[in-house]
């Protein structure tokens, strides 16, 4: 009995994390985003300018820090002691080196936990207490992850019924000719075969990593483990199987393949993807959803539309809704949600208003959702990074804006004008080759790094946003 009591009673720890979200002094951040959005950067810049909140005059629409009432940050004991440790110091290091380069992509879980310690402008607990401490968590983990959220939804047959209706329409029809090939040779009926399960789920990731393609660029793939597994799946069984294009209908032995399929699917979904939501998905306070909407714009259409759809997808799986004393206690949901098109200085600063009106158009879905559970909402253009320069140039006597800096097949800066970003979404055949053409760019050289925060857009406008009443 009394280990049970045990197991249920919450630890020390558990009930100081309650105590301090309940009375505001804790805020858990989900940044979320599919693969190559900007999630690395935006963390490693986040913590970078709160840590150098002090040593200069780089957020000035942060006004907690534009105000005085900063009295400093430190990065502190992360909560959970199993999960790995976000690398702030080896990601700073690359964007600092020389030449600069950008942090690696994100292939596995880690979180960080920042103390920001403030005056407080509240008249009440100016009297209690006027130095206070608010502990921000922030989570990293693959957007390739975040793509199986949805599975739970779905049964092995349903799944299965939407991949085979994607492949019916370019560029997956092509892409998938391969594995479908494959496919077509299966007796679904015949026994349990290790060799076949791992030649079909071979087959099919790398139709996944053939989408994932940058000249192709979509971002809907399923299950995300298969394009990025992390070091302890690499191989497994659990990874080992694919979806069908025909649901056989008068099958009944559980010794067969399509039942092991099935098995595999269900397992795949419970002790990976439920997991994963549960220990880390489910109890966020605070959102902000980062988008390289640039990135479509230089791909198809198709990339577009797979964008959009992908994420509007993702964020159905979260908990938005007021926050209240009695959500804290026993229901923690979302109540402030940012949406952000990152890359922001990867346009000329005029076209910033229409990139900020894309993404809200793009994800009108889920921005409609979030507002009828009374979540407050904002949309905002930013670059984490702030690697380009505004220029101008003369074309045919006239004056045009455009941007500065060094791409990363190069040496040398370039000065271009990428192009306008359209106020409504192109129709499929306006979606040309050489419309757009949005460069990227290496980071910043930077001679003082280290005493001062870095170069951005609007990062401190997405601090108030998303943390700014806390203080």
Not at 71 to 76: I, L, P, S
Request: hydrophobic share 40%.
């Amino acid at each position: 009995m009394n280990k049970w009591i045990s197991r249920l009673s919450p630890s020390s720890t558990q009930l100081n994390e309650t105590i301090n979200r309940t009375l505001d002094k804790q805020v858990k951040l989900a940044v979320t985003g599919l693969s190559r959005s900007g999630k690395t950067v935006f963390i490693t810049s986040l913590v970078h300018q709160l840590l150098h909140g002090l040593e200069g005059t780089h957020l000035p629409f942060f006004q907690m820090v534009s105000s005085g009432r900063l009295r400093g940050t430190k990065a502190m004991p992360q909560p959970d002691m199993h999960i790995p440790s976000f690398r702030y110091d080896t990601a700073i290091e690359q964007l600092c080196g020389d030449p600069p380069t950008w942090p690696k992509p994100t292939n596995g879980i880690s979180e960080i936990r920042l103390a920001i310690r403030y005056l407080s402008n509240n008249p009440v607990l100016k009297r209690v207490s006027p130095v206070n401490t608010l502990y921000v968590d922030i989570v990293d983990y693959p957007g390739e992850w975040l793509l199986d959220l949805p599975l739970l939804e779905l049964s092995y047959d349903e799944w299965s019924q939407q991949i085979a209706h994607a492949c019916e329409s370019e560029p997956r029809l092509s892409l998938s000719q391969e594995w479908r090939t494959f496919l077509d040779t299966l007796d679904l009926a015949s026994e349990i075969n290790e060799a076949t399960l791992r030649e079909a789920a071979a087959l099919y990731t790398a139709f996944l990593h053939r989408c994932k393609a940058p000249e192709y660029g979509l971002s809907l793939l399923q299950p995300g483990r298969f394009t990025m597994p992390g070091d302890d799946l690499k191989g497994a069984p659990i990874l080992e199987f694919c979806p069908l294009l025909k649901i056989p209908q008068d099958i009944n032995n559980e010794n067969s393949l399509y039942f092991e399929l099935k098995k595999r699917y269900e397992f795949y979904k419970e002790h990976l993807v439920k997991k994963f939501y549960t220990e880390h998905l489910s109890s966020f306070d605070r959102q902000i959803v980062l988008a390289d909407v640039l990135k479509a714009f230089n791909t198809s259409y198709a990339s577009f539309v797979d964008m959009r759809d992908a994420i509007n997808m993702v964020l159905k799986s979260f908990h938005y809704g007021k926050s209240g004393l009695i959500n804290k206690l026993f229901g923690l949901k979302i109540d402030k949600m940012l949406f952000a098109a990152t890359k922001a200085d990867h346009v000329t600063p005029n076209q910033l208003p229409n990139l900020e009106r894309f993404i809200q158009q793009m994800l009108a879905t889920s921005h409609n959702n979030a507002t009828f559970e009374g979540v407050q909402t904002e949309t905002l253009a930013l670059a984490a990074v702030k690697c380009t320069q505004a220029a101008h140039t003369t074309f045919q006597e006239q004056r045009i804006s455009c941007i500065k800096g060094v791409p990363v097949d190069s040496d040398k800066p370039v000065a271009l004008f990428p192009g306008e970003i359209p106020l409504e979404v192109p129709l499929p055949e306006d979606w040309v080759e050489g419309r757009f053409h949005f460069m990227e760019f290496k980071p910043p050289r930077l001679a003082n790094v280290h005493g001062s925060g870095l170069p951005h857009i609007r990062l401190d406008r997405a601090l108030e946003f998303l943390v700014g009443d806390k203080f």
